[in-house]
């Protein structure tokens, strides 16, 4: 079983802190990582920024729309990025999953319309020769836009169809896609079943929030899931945890 799993930014940050990793979040979705990886046959690893990225991002203007020219402008919001990426490898390693960097800037690309391309050789390659890539939200070149954000979210979803993935996990600070009662919705078939749960304002959110994240996903072919830090395992596993979505 091939997997693309996604650590949300407020699982492995402190959101509240500017550029401060949350250590025991991030150990507890590392060893859980560690635990599972020899048993799977290939699994790609993609982090969002949490309480990296998006301060100078902000900084900067910058959004998956906005972009800017200004070459610092890059380097922070890339610096940030590859610094939490380091903190994530360092993790990683240390429940002994063979992790390796690969960094969206270096690779991918937005046309003028905004359309994302994500060529996926090198991981293709990583995954047969038995790493374990780790992606990360990034800045990317935008034709007509200097540089622009491009979500973990975004990468998740290229990525499943580029390396055939059979699973999809988001791994998000909550349980999954919640109803008004704040119940784990199991299931969503259709963007109608949960349209009024999720409400009009998170669509506004670009980079993230929960409406943009099941639109993506209900446009995959396989199907994915949403969860908490304490069903990594148990995702890994191949259990039904969360909310599924297909
Ligand atoms: O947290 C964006 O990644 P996300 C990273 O998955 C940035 O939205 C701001 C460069």
């Known amino acids: 079983m091939t997997v693309v799993l996604k650590l949300g930014g407020s699982v492995v940050t402190d959101k509240d802190r500017e550029e401060t990793v949350d250590g025991e979040s991030l150990d507890a979705a590392a060893a859980a990582i560690g635990d599972a990886v020899d048993d799977l046959d290939g699994l790609v690893v993609v982090h969002g920024g949490g309480s990296f990225g998006h301060p100078n991002a902000a900084d900067y203007g910058v959004s998956t729309t906005e972009g800017t020219r200004d070459a610092d402008g890059v380097l922070a919001i890339h610096g940030a990025m590859k610094t939490l990426n380091k903190f994530v490898l360092r993790r990683l390693r240390e429940h002994d999953v063979p992790a390796v960097p690969v960094h969206p800037l270096s690779a991918a690309s937005r046309d003028t319309g905004g359309e994302l391309t994500l060529p996926v050789q090198q991981v293709r390659t990583l995954l047969g ?35 055939d993935a059979d699973r999809v996990g988001l791994c998000s600070a909550v349980p999954g896609v919640l109803d008004n009662d704040d119940a784990v919705i199991s299931r969503i078939e259709a963007y109608e079943d949960v349209a009024e749960v999720l409400g009009a304002s998170d669509a506004t959110d670009v980079t993230g929030g929960m409406a943009g994240k099941v639109r993506a996903l209900l446009e995959l072919d396989v199907e994915a899931s949403i969860f908490d830090l304490d069903s990594v395992g148990p995702f890994l596993a191949g259990d039904r945890v969360g909310t599924t979505i297909d």
């Open 129 to 163: 020769e038995g790493f374990v890539p780790v992606l990360h939200g990034d800045v990317i070149g935008h034709t007509g836009e200097g540089v622009t954000v491009v979500s973990g979210d975004e990468l998740v979803v290229e990525l499943a169809a580029s390396v």
